[in-house]
Antibody, heavy 123, light 108 residues
Framework: QVQLVQSGAEVKKPGASVKVSCKAS????????INWVRQATGQGLEWMGW????????GYAQKFQGRVTMTRNTSISTAYMELSRLRAEDTAVYYC????????????????WGQGTLVTVSS | SYVLTQPPSVSVAPGQTARITCGGN??????VHWYQQKPGQAPVLVVY???DRPSGIPERFSGSNSGNTATLTITRVEAGDEADYYC???????????FGGGTKLTVL
C-alpha cells in the first residue's frame, strides 16, 4: 500500500534551517510528483511547492521563493524539503503529498499524504 | 490572483444532508478537489475532479461544480464526518495549487 512517512518533529531557532524528509513506499517513487503543504496551528492549508522525483525539477510558491529547496534521493525513495531563514511564523505542520493524474480528465490531485512534521521556531 | 471562498462553518444534525460550498470566479471551468481533515490528522481526499470519489470513500460523499460555485454534499451525515473540509483547484495565473480557507463541519 502507498505510504509517505515523514521525519519527526523539529525545534529550531529563528534564522536557522530545517530539512524535512518524506519516505515513499508502495509505488514507484519516480513516477509521481511530490508536493509540500504546510498548516499553521488553527489555520488552513498552504501550498509550498512541487518536485518531480524523476527529473528533480521543482516549482515553488512565490511566498517561499529563495527560502525553500526541494530535493530527492531516488536510491532511498525519499523527498526532502528544506526551509531556511526560519522565523516564528514558519511554525507549522509540514506535509508531503503525492500528486496523481485524474482518471477522467487532464487534472491532477493529491491522493496520499504523509503524517505531517511539526516544525517549531522559537528562541 | 485566484481566490477560493468557503464558509467558516456548517452545522447539520445527524442523518441530514450537509452542503459545503467553494466559491471562485468561473470555478465551473476548473477541476475541484475536496479534502477532509480531522483533528491531528493529515488531509484525506474525499472527492476529486468535481465529482469522482477515491476508492474507500462512501457514496454519501459527492460533489458538483457549476458557474461560480462548487459544492461538496454529504448525505446521511454521521458523527464521524465532523471535520474540516478544504476545496482545492489548480490555477495557472499564480501559484498553481490553491486551497480554500476551509469549512468546519459540526454534527449537532
Amino acid at each position: 500500500q502507498v505510504q509517505l512517512v515523514q521525519s519527526g518533529a523539529e525545534v529550531k531557532k529563528p534564522g536557522a534551517s530545517v530539512k524535512v524528509s518524506c519516505k515513499a513506499s508502495g509505488y514507484t517513487f519516480t513516477s509521481y510528483d511530490i508536493n509540500w503543504v504546510r498548516q499553521a496551528t488553527g489555520q488552513g492549508l498552504e501550498w509550498m511547492g512541487w518536485m518531480n522525483p524523476n527529473s528533480g525539477n521543482t516549482g515553488y510558491a512565490q511566498k517561499f521563493q529563495g527560502r525553500v529547496t526541494m530535493t530527492r534521493n531516488t536510491s532511498i525513495s525519499t523527498a526532502y524539503m528544506e526551509l531556511s531563514r526560519l522565523r516564528a511564523e514558519d511554525t507549522a505542520v509540514y506535509y508531503c503529498a503525492r500528486e496523481v493524474d485524474c482518471s477522467r480528465t487532464s487534472c491532477s490531485t493529491f491522493d496520499f499524504w504523509g503524517q505531517g512534521t511539526l516544525v517549531t521556531v522559537s528562541s | 490572483s485566484y481566490v477560493l471562498t468557503q464558509p467558516p462553518s456548517v452545522s447539520v444534525a445527524p442523518g441530514q444532508t450537509a452542503r459545503i460550498t467553494c466559491g471562485g470566479n468561473n470555478i465551473g471551468s476548473k477541476s475541484v478537489h475536496w479534502y477532509q481533515q480531522k483533528p491531528g490528522q493529515a488531509p484525506v481526499l474525499v472527492v476529486y475532479d468535481d465529482s469522482d470519489r477515491p476508492s474507500g470513500i462512501p457514496e454519501r460523499f459527492s460533489g458538483s461544480n457549476s458557474g461560480n460555485t462548487a459544492t461538496l454534499t454529504i448525505t446521511r451525515v454521521e458523527a464521524g464526518d465532523e471535520a474540516d473540509y478544504y476545496c482545492q483547484v489548480w490555477d495557472s495565473s499564480s501559484d498553481p495549487w490553491l486551497f480554500g480557507g476551509g469549512t468546519k463541519l459540526t454534527v449537532l
